[in-house]
């Protein structure tokens, strides 16, 4: 199945043998100390910046019906994010992942995003839409 938007991905959750933990970290834009003043115009312009991990959270696919509310939930934390960084964790038996067992893998997403190594998870924008980083 391909993902187009965050309701794909939900479903294609769903779908799965396993069920599954999403798992999800939000980030925001910053401007490195070093930045030149290009760099600086074209961040107050709204673009480029690097990406800092501020919050995450993991959800069963059940205990989200859209990715509208996954955005109104987060606006509770006071975080303005760009993008937010989707994983999935797959359960065994027919019993998913707690969030205790989500710990651990929350963490290595962040500290992945910290050092620029993002392949392995699906980006989508503030509209669910997902994001090629380049």
Known sequence: MTISSFDDLLLASRQQVEPQRLLFVFSGAELPGDATAAQRARFEAGQ?????PLMCVDKTPQELATFSAL???????GHDWVIVF??????RDGVAPTS????????RMVESIK???MESLIPFDRQGQ???LS
């Not at 955005?71 to 934390?77: D, K, L, P």
């Open 130 to 132: 997902p994001v090629i």
């Open 100 to 107: 205790k067992e989500a710990e651990a893998p929350l963490q």
């Open 115 to 117: 050092a620029g190594s």
């Open 86 to 91: 989707v994983a999935a964790l797959a359960g």
């Open 71 to 77: 955005v109104e939930e987060s606006s509770q934390f």
């Open 48 to 52: 480029g910046g690097a990406l800092a």
